[in-house]
């Protein structure tokens, strides 16, 4: 985009991972000049670091996030792919057994990247810092935030970096910081009212390493087993990463996390609901030490629901919500929001002041919406544990039967797998699983399940069979799967 089309003067960004990454680049189609306030000071390559603490462990790219990354830096994953990163088909390359039933594998159309956090934040951040009106500025933290004499719009930052404590000026102020994000405390502080918000405590641990990935296990790319809930507590993961290695992470509930020594971390992963990850983990040779990761809720804010909202602010990513991440929704949220955004300001007009009071309103209703798919997801299956700490709504029960026979469904039927993916990838939203055919299999289902032991209508036991031997299509039995 020309500079004469851009709208809008200076916008400043607070947080320079995934989120504000990706809002950067929106942004930078819309305003003169884009500022990215980032806390840590930033590595050259791909490194973890302090302000990304998760980095260490496994990260899933769900399709959404995938198209968008590629809409947003042409070439950048087939970049990555020509360094070491795999581009996969979900439905043929992942073996899961999810809520303790194998997913059905065939060749699908579901496309993700196995690739760390760190290696793919790098490279985000190299496309942005290449952009010519982005500036990163590192070492800076924001400390607050400024408001116009009307107390009704944010006009800026209060900043201590290298050249001490300074104020920002920027006609949007987009709040990317992560959890740990301040403004709940600022916006009460300002007069705004406290932000509605919903927790689920879990106190899950993820304990993640590194290994050498061993010659000539072809069998998966990605292979994740989840047990089902209440009874099993405890899920383990192995991706294909760049540089030939797996990251291997493994998870527990309510406090029981893997331990970050040798036998503890291998005597965790023997005792997941199959052996599959210890069998194949236990020969490989680790490259790093286990690193523990703490996550004590699913939090969600309700930005969209309060009375007031100052203009000229928005929030994005993990500032908004922080989820179990037990489904890999995270990056793909923060993409998905820095999409609206771009998609609320093309459609802004411009002021003298910067975007109306109406178009954060409006993008954080949006983005609610998208957050609230990914919110039913997690929380349904966590609410499962009576141990987690959260609001149990009415019906919540039988959502979750039918949650778990979907699960099963799952395991037996391709094509009910597929329309699970497509919502699970955000390619659809629930609307997907209401499609009439999927409705009727799984209403059929249903009834079976009360009648037929899961054992014997859902695969429990079997790891799918190898890709190399190819597998069915999906079979068109969808409507007479019960
Ligand atoms: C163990 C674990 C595994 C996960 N696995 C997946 C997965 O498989 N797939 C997936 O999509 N997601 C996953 N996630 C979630 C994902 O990591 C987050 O959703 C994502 O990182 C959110 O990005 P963000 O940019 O909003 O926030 P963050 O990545 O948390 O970044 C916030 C940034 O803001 C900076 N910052 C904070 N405060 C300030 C300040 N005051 N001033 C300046 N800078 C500041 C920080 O230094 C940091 O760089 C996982 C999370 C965890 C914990």
């Known amino acids: 985009?020309?500079?004469?089309?851009?709208?809008?003067?200076?916008?400043?960004?607070?947080?320079?991972?995934?989120?504000?990454?990706?809002?950067?680049?929106?942004?930078?189609?819309?305003?003169?000049?884009?500022?990215?306030?980032?806390?840590?000071?930033?590595?050259?390559?791909?490194?973890?670091?302090?302000?990304?603490?998760?980095?260490?462990?496994?990260?899933?790219?769900?399709?959404?996030?995938?198209?968008?990354?590629?809409?947003?830096?042409?070439?950048?994953?087939?970049?990555?792919?020509?360094?070491?990163?795999?581009?996969?088909?979900?439905?043929?390359?992942?073996?899961?057994?999810?809520?303790?039933?194998?997913?059905?594998?065939?060749?699908?159309?579901?496309?993700?990247?196995?690739?760390?956090?760190?290696?793919?934040?790098?490279?985000?951040?190299?496309?942005?810092?290449?952009?010519?009106?982005?500036?990163?500025?590192?070492?800076?933290?924001?400390?607050?935030?400024?408001?116009?004499?009307?107390?009704?719009r944010?006009?800026?930052?209060?900043?201590?970096?290298?050249?001490?404590?300074?104020?920002?000026?920027?006609?949007?102020?987009?709040?990317?910081?992560?959890?740990?994000?301040?403004?709940?405390?600022?916006?009460?502080?300002?007069?705004?009212g406290a932000v509605a918000q919903e927790q689920v405590r879990i106190d899950l641990g993820y304990t993640s390493r590194l290994y050498e990935r061993p010659e000539g296990i072809d069998a998966w790319k990605i292979l994740v087993i989840n047990g089902r809930a209440p009874d099993a507590s405890r899920s383990g993961f192995i991706s294909n990463v760049e540089g030939h290695r797996w990251i291997v992470s493994l998870n527990g509930y309510f406090g029981d996390h893997a331990p970050t020594h040798d036998a503890g971390f291998l005597e965790f992963a023997r005792q997941l609901p199959t052996s599959h990850l210890y069998d194949y983990i236990r020969q490989a040779r680790p490259l790093s030490a286990p690193v523990l990761h703490k996550i004590s809720s699913s939090r969600w804010l309700h930005y969209e629901r309060l009375a007031r909202m100052p203009a000229g602010l928005v929030l994005v990513g993990d500032a908004v919500c922080s989820l179990n991440p037990v489904f890999g929704q995270g990056m793909t949220v923060a993409a998905l929001g820095a999409k609206l955004l771009g998609e609320g300001l093309a459609r802004s007009q411009g002021t003298p002041?910067?975007?109306?009071?109406?178009?954060?309103?409006?993008f954080q209703k949006e983005l609610g919406k998208v957050v609230g798919l990914c919110w039913m997801l997690t929380t349904t299956q966590d609410l499962a544990y009576p141990r987690a700490e959260g609001a149990r709504k009415p019906g919540l029960k039988l959502l979750q039967w039918s949650f778990n026979n979907m699960i099963d469904l799952t395991s037996v039927d391709a094509r009910a797998c597929q329309r699970f993916y497509d919502v699970l990838h955000m390619r659809k939203g629930l609307e997907g699983l209401l499609d009439p055919l999927f409705a009727r299999a799984l209403l059929g289902y249903n009834l079976k399940s009360l009648v037929v032991p899961r054992a014997q209508r859902a695969n429990l036991d079997t790891l799918p069979p190898h890709p190399s031997t190819p597998p069915p299509r999906p079979s068109g039995r969808l409507d007479n799967a019960a």
């Open 154 to 192: 944010v006009v800026g930052v209060r900043v201590k970096g290298p050249e001490g404590e300074q104020e920002l000026r920027g006609a949007l102020v987009v709040d990317a910081s992560g959890r740990g994000s301040r403004t709940p405390q600022w916006l009460e502080l300002l007069g705004f």
């Open 1 to 152: 985009m020309s500079s004469e089309t851009r709208k809008f003067g200076q916008a400043l960004i607070i947080g320079g991972s995934i989120a504000g990454l990706l809002s950067a680049r929106v942004l930078s189609e819309h305003f003169e000049k884009v500022i990215v306030l980032e806390r840590d000071a930033l590595p050259a390559g791909p490194e973890a670091r302090k302000g990304v603490p998760q980095g260490h462990h496994i990260h899933a790219l769900l399709e959404a996030g995938l198209r968008i990354l590629d809409d947003l830096f042409p070439g950048m994953t087939r970049e990555m792919e020509s360094e070491g990163v795999e581009r996969i088909d979900m439905a043929r390359d992942a073996a899961w057994l999810q809520s303790g039933s194998w997913k059905a594998r065939y060749e699908g159309d579901v496309e993700s990247i196995l690739v760390s956090r760190p290696f793919l934040e790098s490279k985000v951040r190299g496309r942005v810092a290449a952009l010519p009106n982005v500036e990163l500025r590192e070492g800076v933290s924001v400390e607050h935030l400024v408001l116009d004499a009307t107390n009704r």
């Open 353 to 362: 002041e910067g975007p109306p009071a109406e178009m954060s309103r409006r």
